[in-house]
């Protein structure tokens, strides 16, 4: 579904992505982990189209991602990305947030999109909330809002870039139950996370990434259980750590 090859991205003198290549089979969950500022969030902007890149090479379902041709609106009809920070509207209520795109960009008709609208609200948990607007819903709720306003866009491919890392802790899990649920309905999922607990559940396939290279790939239960790479054993026992004090 997401075909990445040699991919190169620079800001500056900064090469932010350099040389990256992975894939993201149909039907698949592939987490992406890494320390910060090593181009995860900017892999996935790549993806969508939201950052050009100077080399290598992002398909999408067959289309390549790139600013310059027309097919750069079709791969954001086939997939569709779920920010750090919601990003709603936040003069329209959850139920307008949702049936925006697809009234707009799809051309469907309003009646049919907010009873949809209404139909994905309730599947991410949010029944009951559709008139609320994004100032009256937790950090939490407003997420699952996001969620289901990219679902509206009925994409082939859904990209998380850490949707919960903006959230109170005890959020988190609302979050990540709606996601999981996504993964075992078989939608094609690429994630940027810090939850390693999510990935090493959900993933079918795990990247550590590191200073805008892919350091180790491969299935959660030898990426997070047992990693091969110093980079990787050094990642996992500094964000694990702090974890296990806690509790």
Aim: net charge neutral.
């Amino acid at each position: 579904m997401i075909e990445i090859d040699g991919l190169q991205k620079s800001f500056g003198s900064n090469r932010v992505l350099d040389g990256i290549s992975l894939r993201v089979p149909e039907g698949k969950v592939v987490c992406v982990i890494g320390p910060s500022g090593s181009g995860k969030s900017t892999l996935l902007r790549c993806v969508n189209g939201l950052e050009s890149y100077e080399g290598g090479d992002v398909r999408v379902d067959g289309l390549r991602v790139d600013r310059t041709q027309k097919e750069i609106r079709a791969v954001r009809q086939r997939v569709c990305m779920v920010f750090q920070r919601f990003n709603l509207f936040g003069h329209r209520t959850a139920l307008e947030n949702v049936t925006e795109g697809p009234i707009y960009a799809l051309g469907v008709a309003r009646e049919a999109a907010e009873r949809e609208g209404m139909a994905l609200l309730a599947q991410v948990g949010l029944a009951g909330k559709e008139k609320s607007y994004p100032a009256q819903l937790s950090g939490g709720q407003q997420q699952r809002v996001a969620i289901a306003r990219a679902l509206a866009m009925k994409p082939r491919a859904v990209l998380f870039d850490e949707p919960t890392s903006a959230l109170d802790p005890e959020l988190v899990g609302e979050v990540l139950r709606v996601m999981r649920d996504l993964a075992r309905g078989g939608m094609t999922m690429m994630v940027v996370t810090h939850e390693i607990g999510f990935a090493r559940e959900v993933a079918d396939h795990v990247v550590f990434m590191d200073r805008g290279k892919v350091v180790e790939e491969g299935p959660p239960a030898e990426v997070l259980v047992a990693p091969r790479a110093p980079r990787t054993q050094d990642f996992l026992r500094r964000v694990l750590r702090p974890l296990e004090d806690k509790e």
